[in-house]
């Protein structure tokens, strides 16, 4: 009777459990990289056979400065497979070493290794160089050295002296070229040392990520799984390239990635994002905030009292959840790649620029500049003088960005016909808006000012005021065989002070001018056309009073 329920209890667990529920460890690659201002996120891939049933995935030896609340795994599979939710720990490994400090490792080793053995040849030549030394200096050896007895005779000293000196000669110079190679792996030695220090992070551990499922059928299972890590950013870089003769203006986006994970990233699908995650995705809620009289001092002075109640749900909300889509598997077509600049997608608010083919990026902390591509814009080009700074031309390329994508602040290399003359920042522009790019120096365009009136003197009868009037000629002369446009700019006085009064002198003063431009206090702008070889002179003249017991600074 026993045996028989014991042969049924096993029978009936054996078909109310489908399968032995099974830990499959998986081997997945790094396939994609999005990276944001200071930190990214890492796509795995593994192509798996899983069984039908209820089992587990681990992905083991994932980064220890993965940000866990961004983990999120997702899938495709011909079959019905329905994933659980993702928990991770973290694993302390002894050996565990990071792929690109093993291969640094076996470098310094070798070098290391190369440098003993130059050292070993060095004391051999130190030894050759002592016995060539003491054999020159005497002509019979003590019995105790190495050779007992030498014979010079007087015919053979020119002989012997030119075979210590051929022979001495050729142990220098080999010292000399050990010395050179010592050096040169010395070098590389302390190159490979200072990455080491960069990469080594001390402690040794990973995170071991596990995945349930269940399956109703055996089937091939795509997973991906997303996470964030720190230590990886790209910034902006521009390259400008005017051609006068056409006025065309080419902008030209490089993004610059560094990344110092742990891990390089080879031939993955690199997207770079405007997007700024470690920035939070939301506000604390405000709560009331609270006014009552100070408990110390008299009961005449108050405080205010804020208190602010902070939700600790809007906090929460703004954490990451885990993702888990499951879609069915497509059979789509494969498509040839070609060769063209990043996709811009942007969607008002942020953009991403998605790298045309397999990018590598190493983490050693280099930069990896790559191509994102072409900025359209609308360019028009003008002579800019601002004679009080200096009394040269400046080629300016007013240019208007086109399309939908912003352009993000950052440092643009500025190239006049092909040639290179210099650097400017440039602060983020979004579509429509407008931005000077100066090209260097126009010496074809001549810019003289002189001082005509610095006078000082006292007015009024009561209460006298101190006066100082200034006029000023500034003489431009168009050298070019084709008309210009110019843009003059200057600045006059601007008073903080209402017994500090101002005055425009208008009748000195050219006409045509602009106050206040750009919406800054006392900037003067006047947009000329100059024709070929013709001169213009422009005139500015203003005066400044204030109470003479008093004295005033900024002239």
Not at 179 to 202: D, F
Request: hydrophobic fraction near 40%.
């Amino acid at each position: 009777m026993f045996r028989s329920f014991s042969f049924l209890f096993l029978v009936s667990a054996v078909f109310s459990y489908p399968a032995f529920a099974k830990e499959i460890t998986v081997e997945s690659s790094l396939i994609a990289a999005t990276v944001y201002t200071n930190r990214a996120q890492l796509t795995r891939s593994t192509d798996i056979d899983i069984p039908k049933g209820s089992h587990t995935l681990i992905f083991k030896g994932l980064p220890v400065s993965m940000l866990t609340d961004s983990l999120r795994a997702k899938g495709e599979a011909s079959g019905t497979v329905t994933l659980g939710a993702l928990t991770h720990k973290r694993v302390i490994e002894a050996d565990l070493t990071p792929p690109r400090e093993k291969a640094l490792n076996a470098e310094l080793d070798s070098i290391q290794d190369q440098k003993k053995l130059i050292q070993a040849e060095k004391q051999a030549i130190a030894i050759q160089k002592t016995f060539l030394t003491n054999l020159g200096k005497n002509a019979v050896l003590r019995e105790n050295e190495d050779i007992a007895q030498v014979n010079l005779k007087p015919e053979t000293w020119g002989s012997a002296a030119k075979a210590l000196h051929t022979e001495m000669s050729a142990l220098l110079k080999q010292d000399i070229a050990y010395n050179i190679q010592l050096r040169t792996l010395t070098k590389q030695e302390q190159k490979i040392q200072r990455e080491m220090s960069q990469l080594r992070t001390g402690q040794r551990a990973t995170y071991q990520v596990t995945v349930p499922f269940e399956s109703d059928r055996a089937t091939t299972l795509t997973l991906r799984l997303d996470y964030q890590v720190p230590n990886a950013s790209w910034t902006p870089l521009y390259d400008a390239r005017l051609d006068t003769q056409t006025e065309d203006l080419n902008l030209v986006l490089y993004g610059a990635v560094r990344q110092n994970t742990g891990e390089d990233w080879n031939n993955v699908s690199l997207t770079l994002s405007t997007a700024q995650p470690h920035r939070g995705a939301s506000q604390a809620d405000l709560g009331s905030m609270w006014v009552n009289f100070s408990t110390y001092g008299d009961g005449n002075n108050f405080n205010l009292i804020a208190s602010n109640t902070v939700s600790r749900s809007s906090i929460l909300g703004s954490v990451m959840e885990t993702n888990i889509a499951m879609d069915s598997l497509a059979n789509a077509p494969k498509k040839q790649a070609v060769m063209v600049q990043a996709t811009i997608n942007t969607g008002g608010f942020i953009s991403e620029y998605k790298i045309t083919g397999p990018s590598t990026v190493l983490a050693d902390g280099s930069e990896s500049k790559l191509l994102v591509g072409n900025f359209k814009t609308e360019n028009k080009l003008h002579i800019e003088i601002k004679p009080q700074l200096s009394r040269q031309a400046m080629l300016v390329s007013r240019a208007k960005l086109l399309g939908d994508a912003p352009i993000l602040a950052g440092q643009v290399n500025l190239f006049r016909d092909g040639a290179y003359v210099g650097q400017m920042y440039m602060p983020l522009l979004r579509p429509q808006e407008e931005q000077n790019l100066a090209f260097g120096i126009d010496d074809n365009v001549s810019v003289v000012r002189r001082a005509l009136k610095d006078e000082r003197s006292e007015e009024g009868l009561i209460g006298r005021d101190s006066v100082l009037e200034r006029h000023f000629l500034t003489e431009i002369t168009n050298l070019h065989k084709d008309p210009i446009d110019i843009v003059v700019l200057q600045n006059t006085p601007a008073s903080q002070n209402k017994d500090i009064e101002v005055t425009l002198l208008k009748n000195v003063t050219s006409a045509g001018y602009e106050m206040d431009a750009d919406k800054i206090k006392g900037l003067m702008r006047w947009t000329i056309t100059l024709p070929s070889k013709a001169k213009k002179g422009i005139k500015l003249g203003w005066k400044v009073s204030w109470p003479s017991d008093k004295q005033i600074s900024g002239l």
